[in-house]
T-cell receptor, first 115, second 111 residues
Framework: SAVISQKPSRDICQRGTSLTIQCQVD?????MFWYRQQPGQSLTLIAT?????????ESGFVIDKFPISRPNLTFSTLTVSNMSPEDSSIYLC????????????FGPGTRLTVT | GENVEQHPSTLSVQEGDSAVIKCTYS??????FPWYKQELGKRPQLIID?????GEKKDQRIAVTLNKTAKHFSLHITETQPEDSAVYFC??????????FGKGNQVVVIP
């Protein structure tokens, strides 16, 4: 199965600043996604990262707050902009390597703390 | 959008017994139902999944059953072991590859 890495693994940031999280896969994948998991909570889909076009955002998430790039089939970034303590969470990328795009596999996550 | 609910929120079982977690979903168009296991501090791990054209799927000690009429699916773990202790998430997708997750079940296996 695909090997997925994320950078950074964790960070502590000041409010008002921005952080860019990277997701790298060791093989080309059809689809990539970004999720948020708040402490002790479930996973919430932020957006689908589309290769070569703008990401598709879920209700409650906007591009200005969470800009996403996907320049190729193995890499994506998520930026958390103008952070507040409410953005403290684990951010995970996932990939769906199959042609049908069903099975999703998660990266190790980035633990973000905003002070 | 899709709404997925899981019951119970916490489940304690004696080692060797079986554990069953049930999820219900709201969108009758959903056709893909994965289960993820998440150990503390680790990423969610896909452990088994089922598609709507199948009623049951097994993989060693775990199995998933699907009842499309009632819109629910269940995870069955037999002969539970301490390493089965984790949070289990169910999810549903209506074919657009976007997963809606349940809130998760904490399973505790008591040695």
């Amino acid at each position: 199965s695909a090997v997925i890495s994320q950078k950074p693994s964790r960070d502590i940031c000041q409010r008002g600043t921005s952080l860019t999280i990277q997701c790298q896969v060791d093989s080309q994948v059809t689809m990539m996604f970004w999720y948020r998991q708040q402490p002790g909570q479930s996973l919430t889909l932020i957006a689908t990262a589309n290769q070569g076009s703008e990401a598709t955002y879920e209700s409650g998430f906007v591009i200005d707050k969470f800009p996403i790039s996907r320049p190729n089939l193995t890499f994506s970034t998520l930026t958390v902009s103008n952070m507040s303590p409410e953005d403290s969470s684990i951010y995970l990328c996932s990939v769906a390597p199959g042609l049908a795009g069903y099975e999703q596999y998660f990266g190790p996550g980035t633990r973000l703390t905003v002070t | 959008g899709e709404n997925v609910e899981q019951h119970p929120s916490t489940l304690s079982v004696q080692e060797g017994d079986s554990a069953v977690i049930k999820c219900t979903y709201s969108d009758s168009a959903s056709n893909y139902f994965p289960w993820y296991k998440q150990e503390l501090g680790k990423r969610p791990q896909l452990i088994i999944d089922i598609r709507s054209n199948v009623g049951e799927k097994k993989d060693q000690r775990i199995a998933v059953t699907l009842n499309k009429t009632a819109k629910h699916f269940s995870l069955h773990i037999t002969e539970t072991q301490p390493e089965d202790s984790a949070v289990y998430f169910c999810a549903a997708s209506n074919g657009n590859n976007r997963l809606a997750f349940g809130k998760g079940n904490q399973v505790v296996v008591i040695p």
